[in-house]
């Protein structure tokens, strides 16, 4: 099966500084690539998401990238606010699959 | 439009007991997805359920564990005999038909005593 790995799993900025997020995954047969944004006792909520057919994706202060030969793919926050203080989970599939496999998460916190 | 709901939000159980938890999925959505988080891990997959229907539940323990969507009325994830290592948060998304997005509820944490 599918093996998400992410790092860091934790990450302190700076407000306005940018913030990475790396992940790895096993199957090469993943094409599908969303990212969650999970604040504190609430459900996973889905931020930005990438198909295999593209390198690149923007939306507003936030983007994800996607290397498909080396598998890996990474979320990038620009100009941190405190309000992107949460926990950050990447994800990854088959197209048209159900099941989704997550990586372990990613602790962000955002000083102000 | 009511988002995915779930309760109830905190469930606390002694071993032995039985845990039902369950899940509303959003209007129009009849497909329900079950995860569970165990803490420091990222959500592990457990079962997929079409109304009346499970169709995928190679995610959720062979013993104790069970699943159903019923025609009406929300999924019920039900554990028997509860341990301490069932300790977790579940949650519940749906989506209106698979390969779409999945929306999470709030989630369910429970804790074995």
């Known amino acids: 099966g599918e093996n998400v790995e992410q790092h860091p799993s934790t990450l302190s900025v700076q407000e306005g500084d940018s913030a990475v997020i790396k992940c790895t995954y096993s199957d090469s047969a993943s094409n599908y690539f969303p990212w969650y944004k999970q604040e504190l006792g609430k459900g996973p909520q889905l931020i930005i998401d990438i198909r295999s057919n593209v390198g690149e994706k923007k939306d507003q202060r936030i983007a994800v990238t996607l290397n498909k030969t080396a598998k890996h793919f990474s979320l990038h926050i620009t100009e941190t606010q405190p309000e992107d203080s949460a926990v950050y989970f990447c994800?990854?599939?088959?197209?048209?699959?159900?099941?989704?496999?997550f990586g372990a998460g990613t602790t962000v916190t955002v000083r102000a | 439009n009511a988002g995915v709901m779930q309760n109830p939000r905190h469930l606390v159980r002694r071993r032995g007991q039985e845990a039902r938890l369950r899940c509303s999925p959003m209007k129009g959505h009849s497909h329900v997805y079950w995860y569970r988080q165990l803490p420091e891990e990222g959500l592990k997959f457990m079962v997929y359920l079409q109304k009346e229907n499970i169709i995928d539940e190679s995610g959720m323990p062979k013993e104790r564990f069970s699943a159903e969507f019923p025609k009406e009325g929300p999924s019920i994830l039900r554990i028997q005999q509860v341990v301490r290592g069932d300790s977790a948060a579940y949650f519940c998304a749906s989506s209106p038909g698979v390969g779409d997005e999945q929306f999470f509820g709030p989630g369910t944490r429970l804790t074995v005593l």
């Open positions: 994800a990854a599939s088959r197209d048209n699959d159900y099941k989704l496999s």
